[in-house]
C-alpha cells in the first residue's frame, strides 16, 4: 500500500473516531484466522454491538501487523438475542514472509458508562490477536470461540462465562485475564478487573471464568487472552473483550447436575445424560458447545427438553464414535443452561470431557524357535493408526490396564522393546538375544498424534533351557572380599552315548557392569551329576548385580564334548532404591530363566542389626513409607518362584543383594505467583510476587529473566531471600521480555519452571502534535519525547494536499519545518505523519506505526500584556 493510500485511511480513521463519538454501540469482540495456504490467511473478526443502537457497520479498518492496512467486509450479521448483533467481517491477507504480526482492528467507540472503564464513551474500542508464521512451528489456525459473549449476571450471585475455545489444530490452550484495550492495542489507564465480594478469576486451563461475585450494577468489561501452546512454544493467541452486565435482581441462576468426565472406547455408541434444575422454578433451556459438533464428519447429536412435571431440564448427547475419534487429548463438553425469568435471564456453565480411547490390538500367537520368540496379531480395526509398539517382561503376573488411558501401565515389568513400520505390520520376531526364560508380551497401537490405544491381551512363551538348566543365584553372603553367591542347576539327564562318568564342568561371572559372563570363576572333574551346587566365594556382594552361565562337558575317549551349546544366564537379584519424601520406593531387578511369584521385602533393624520381614509383593516395585527423612534404610529381598522342565516344576528361593538409601524430601515447593508491570519512563520492571506454600520450609527464590518467550533462553539473574517480595530490574536492550521466579526449599528442592511471566507494554517513542519553528529557540524542531529502545525509525511528514515534504530514518527527526525539497520555511498548518518505529520488543524488532496532525506555527508567538490598563 503507498503512502498517500495509507493517509487516506488514517484521516478516515481519525475523521470517523472525531464525528462518531456518540456510535456508543460496541460491546464484545475477537479476531481469529485460518490459514488458506502458505503466507495467506483468512482473518474473521467478529464483534457484538447493542441492537438499539443505529450504528452499522459494513468494513472495519484493520493493521496486519506488517506495515499494511486495508479493511475487512461485513459478510454475515444475526439478531442473537439479548439486546446483541453479531457481526462478521472477513478478509484475506498474504504476508510477505515470516515473523509475529499483531492484527489490530480498532472501532470507535466503547458505550457509555462502563463502570470499570473510565471515560468509556471516548475511549476506542480495540481487539487484537497474535499471527506467528514460522516453518519450524507449521501451520497454525487460531481456535474459534463457540460460545457468544452475551451471558447477563445479578448482583450477589455467582456468575459464570467459557468462551468455548477449539482448536482445529489440536494445540492446547491456556487462559488469562488482561487489561482492555484502546487505541493502538493499549492497556487503557485506570483499568481494573470489576469488584467483587470475594473474586474474579479464570481457570487458566478450562477456561471458566468465575465472578463471585458481582457487588453493583452496571456494565463491565473484561478481556480474556487465550494463547496457543505447540510443544511449549506459544504460536498465536486470540483476545477476547467482552461485556458483562449486572443487574439487580431475586432470580438465581439455574444448576447443572450430573456432570462428570467420561471414557469410552472408539466404535462405543456414546450416550450421555444430564439434568439442570432452577432454585426459583423457572423453566430452563440447555445448550452445548464444543469442538465436536463443529466437525461434520462427527455422528454427534444433541437434544433436550424441559420437564415441566419435575422442573427439570434434561439434555442428551448421542455420539456414534469411530477410530477417526481417538484423540490424544480428552475432548472438552462445555454445558449452559439458562432460565426464564421475569426479571432476567441468568446462565449456569460447566464442562466436562470425553476421553476417546483406541481398541486394544488383539494378539494371535506366539511361537518360540530357538531363541527366537514370534508374535503374530489380528488386523488392527482402526486403520488410521501409523503403527505398532511391542513390549515384553519376563515373567507373567496379573496386572490391570487403565481404562482411561492408553499406552501399558507403569510398574509391571514391561518394557518397549520395538515397535513396527506399518500399520499393516501383523508379525514381529524377538531377536534380542534372549536366554532361556519366560518371556510375555503385549502390543499397544499408535496414532498420528501419539495417542496410544489400550494394550492387547497379553501372551507368553518359553525358550527351553540349557543343559545344565539353573534355577538358583542366591546371594547368601554379604561381603566386600569374601561374599558368597550360590548356585543351583537341575541334574542333567543325558543319552546313553553320553553317560561316560566322568564329567567336566566350567561356571562362568560377569565382571561388574557387564552382562555376559565370560570370566572362568571355577572349572572342576566331577563323576557324580547328583551334586547340583556351587557356592562361589571371594565375591564383593557389596556390589552388583552378577551373572552366570555354566558348561558341561563329557569326556568321551579322551575328548571332553559340549552336551549342550544352548545356555542359561541367570542374574542375582539386585534392588535399585529411588527416594521420596518419608518414603523409599524399590525397584527389583533381576534376569533369570524361572518365574518369581512374590518378593518379601526385608528392612534392617537398627536396634538388633537383623533384616525384618515388612511385606511382600508379587511386582517388581515396593514402596515402604512412614520413613523419617535423613535416615539410612537397608533392604533385602528373598524371591519365591518355580521352573518348569518337562513334567516337572523346581521350586527356588533366592536372596538378593543389600542395597541402602535415604529418603528426603523430594518434592517441589509451590510455585510463587509473580507480577511483572514496567515502569516506562523510569526504564525497569517491577517485579512483585506471591508465595502460598510452606514457609517454613522456604530457603528463598531464584528469578530468571530472557528477552523472548523461550523458557529455555532464561538466564538466572539473582537469587533471593525467603522474605524478599519484590525485585526492580533494568534490561539492557528492552523492558520487554519474560521472567520466572521459583522457590527453593530447606533440602534444595526447586518449584517447577513452566510458567513465564510477561511483559511487552511500554511504547518507548512519542511524538508531540505541536511545535514552533520559529526561530524563539522554544520548540524550534519537531523531534520526539525521549525515548529509549529504538533501533530506527522511517517518518514521513505530508502537507494537508498529500504532498512530502520531509522524511527521515534518524530517531532525533530535528525537522525544522522547511520542505525538504524548496528548503523554504513551511506556513502555519496542519500536517500529517505516518512513522514507523523499530522497537526491540519481546519478539524481537518489531514495528509500530505512529500516525497523527502536527500544528506548525511558524510565525512569532506575540506575549499577552495580562497587566491592567492604566488611564
Not at 106 to 135: H, K, Y
Not at 355 to 377: D, F, M, V
Not at 561 to 589: C, G, M, W
Not at 682 to 695: A, M, V
Request: glycine share 6%; net charge negative.
Amino acid at each position: 500500500m503507498n503512502y498517500n493510500m495509507r493517509i487516506f485511511f488514517y484521516i478516515t480513521l481519525i475523521l470517523f473516531t472525531t464525528v462518531a463519538l456518540n456510535a456508543t454501540h460496541n460491546r464484545a469482540g475477537e479476531i481469529t484466522y485460518k490459514q488458506v495456504s502458505g503466507l495467506t490467511y483468512e482473518i474473521t473478526v467478529t464483534t457484538f454491538t447493542y441492537s438499539k443502537s443505529q450504528v452499522r457497520r459494513d468494513s472495519l479498518g484493520i493493521d496486519w501487523g506488517d506495515n499494511t492496512y486495508s479493511f475487512v467486509t461485513l459478510t454475515d450479521i444475526f439478531n442473537i438475542g439479548e439486546d446483541y448483533i453479531k457481526s462478521i467481517f472477513t478478509s484475506s491477507h498474504t504476508f510477505s514472509g515470516p515473523g509475529v504480526f499483531t492484527l489490530l482492528v480498532e472501532d470507535p467507540n466503547r458505550n457509555e458508562g462502563i463502570i470499570n472503564i473510565p471515560n468509556s464513551v471516548n475511549t476506542i474500542f480495540s481487539i487484537q490477536s497474535q499471527l506467528r508464521i514460522n516453518s519450524f512451528l507449521g501451520p497454525n489456525n487460531t481456535p474459534i470461540l463457540l460460545n457468544p459473549p452475551i451471558d447477563r449476571a445479578a448482583v450477589n450471585r455467582i456468575f459464570t462465562h467459557n468462551p468455548g475455545a477449539y482448536d482445529i489444530d489440536g494445540d492446547s490452550l491456556s487462559y488469562k485475564l488482561i487489561s482492555c484495550t484502546a487505541d493502538g492495542g493499549q492497556a487503557i489507564n485506570n483499568y481494573t478487573l470489576p469488584k467483587a465480594s470475594k473474586s474474579i478469576s479464570i481457570n487458566p486451563v478450562t477456561g471458566d471464568l468465575i465472578w463471585d461475585t458481582p457487588t453493583e450494577t452496571g456494565n463491565y468489561n473484561i478481556a480474556i487472552l487465550i494463547e496457543e501452546w505447540r510443544e511449549k512454544l506459544l504460536i498465536g493467541s486470540v483476545t477476547r473483550d467482552m461485556q458483562i452486565s449486572v443487574y439487580n435482581s431475586q432470580n438465581r441462576p439455574p444448576i447443572n447436575q450430573n456432570l462428570k468426565n467420561y471414557c469410552f472406547i472408539a466404535g462405543d455408541t456414546i450416550r450421555i445424560s444430564f439434568e439442570a434444575i432452577d432454585p426459583d422454578n423457572d423453566p430452563v433451556s440447555l445448550e452445548v458447545f464444543g469442538g465436536l459438533f463443529e466437525n461434520a464428519k462427527n455422528n454427534i447429536s444433541f437434544s433436550s427438553f424441559y420437564d415441566a412435571v419435575e422442573k427439570t431440564a434434561r439434555g442428551t448427547i448421542t455420539w456414534i464414535s469411530n477410530c477417526n475419534d481417538v484423540n490424544n487429548a480428552p475432548y472438552t463438553i462445555i454445558i449452559k443452561s439458562t432460565d426464564s425469568n421475569n426479571e432476567i435471564n441468568l446462565t449456569d456453565i460447566d464442562n466436562f470431557t470425553i476421553n476417546i480411547i483406541a481398541p486394544p490390538p488383539i494378539l494371535k500367537t506366539i511361537i518360540s524357535y530357538g531363541e527366537e520368540i514370534h508374535l503374530h496379531w489380528n488386523k488392527y480395526k482402526c486403520a488410521n493408526a501409523t503403527s505398532f509398539l511391542i513390549y515384553r517382561r519376563q515373567d507373567n503376573f496379573p496386572y490391570v490396564a487403565d481404562s482411561c488411558k492408553g499406552d501399558v501401565p507403569p510398574n509391571n515389568g514391561y518394557k518397549l522393546i520395538s515397535s513396527t513400520i506399518s500399520i499393516n505390520d501383523s508379525i514381529f520376531i524377538d531377536k534380542n538375544s534372549l536366554g532361556t526364560g519366560n518371556y510375555c508380551y503385549v502390543i499397544v497401537a499408535v496414532f498420528s498424534d501419539q495417542a496410544k490405544s489400550l494394550p492387547s491381551n497379553e501372551l507368553c512363551t518359553s525358550i527351553e533351557p540349557g543343559t545344565p538348566a539353573l534355577i538358583k543365584t542366591s546371594v547368601e553372603k554379604i561381603d566386600s572380599v569374601n561374599g558368597h553367591i550360590e548356585l543351583k542347576w537341575i541334574k542333567p539327564v543325558l543319552p546313553d552315548s553320553l553317560k561316560t562318568g566322568n564329567y567336566k564342568i566350567n561356571i562362568f561371572r560377569s565382571s561388574i557392569g557387564t552382562i555376559n559372563p565370560v570370566d572362568l570363576v571355577s572349572s572342576f572333574f566331577t563323576n557324580n551329576l547328583d551334586d547340583t551346587t556351587f557356592i562361589d566365594t571371594l565375591v564383593n556382594t557389596l556390589q552388583f548385580p552378577y551373572y552366570y552361565r555354566m558348561e558341561l562337558y563329557a569326556n568321551t575317549n579322551g575328548i571332553n564334548v559340549l552336551i549342550d551349546k544352548k545356555q542359561d544366564i541367570a542374574s542375582t537379584i539386585y534392588p535399585n532404591i529411588h527416594f521420596f519424601d518419608r518414603k523409599l520406593k524399590l525397584e527389583i531387578n533381576k534376569s533369570v530363566p524361572w518365574i518369581n511369584e512374590k518378593y518379601i521385602i526385608y528392612r534392617k533393624n537398627e536396634n538388633t542389626q537383623l533384616y525384618d520381614s515388612i511385606g511382600y509383593t508379587p511386582n517388581l516395585f515396593y514402596e515402604d513409607s512412614l520413613l523419617q527423612n535423613g535416615l539410612n534404610y537397608c533392604y533385602k529381598i528373598k524371591s519365591i518362584g518355580y521352573r518348569k522342565i518337562n513334567t516337572l516344576t523346581y521350586l527356588t528361593e533366592n536372596f538378593s543383594h543389600i542395597a541402602c538409601a535415604t529418603p528426603k524430601d523430594t518434592l517441589p515447593p509451590a510455585v510463587p505467583k509473580l507480577s511483572v508491570s514496567s515502569v516506562c519512563d523510569s526504564l525497569y520492571n517491577y517485579l512483585s510476587w506471591q508465595y502460598t506454600g510452606n514457609k517454613n520450609e522456604l530457603k528463598g527464590f531464584k528469578l530468571y529473566y530472557t528477552s523472548d518467550t523461550i523458557i529455555k533462553n532464561l538466564t538466572l539473574i539473582a537469587v533471593l531471600n525467603p522474605n524478599d517480595s519484590i525485585y526492580i530490574h533494568k534490561p539492557s536492550l528492552s523492558l520487554a521480555g519474560s521472567y520466572l521466579i521459583t522457590a527453593l526449599d530447606s533440602t534444595g528442592n526447586e518449584s517447577s519452571k513452566n510458567y513465564l511471566t510477561s511483559v511487552d507494554e511500554c511504547r518507548y517513542y512519542s511524538l508531540p502534535n505541536v511545535f514552533t519553528p520559529n526561530g524563539d529557540g522554544v520548540d524550534d524542531f519537531f523531534k520526539p519525547y525521549k525515548y529509549s529502545f529504538v533501533k530506527r525509525i522511517e517518518i514521513k511528514i505530508f502537507n494537508r494536499w498529500g504532498g512530502l515534504v520531509y522524511e527521515t530514518t534518524n530517531p532525533d527527526i530535528n525537522w525544522d519545518g522547511k520542505d525538504m525539497f524548496t528548503k523554504q520555511k513551511m506556513a502555519s498548518g496542519v500536517f500529517y505523519y505516518v512513522c514507523h518505529v523499530y522497537e526491540e520488543r519481546i519478539t524481537g524488532i518489531e514495528v509500530r506505526t505512529l500516525y497523527n496532525f502536527i500544528y506548525l506555527f511558524s510565525d512569532p508567538i506575540v506575549p499577552v500584556n495580562t497587566e491592567p490598563n492604566k488611564e
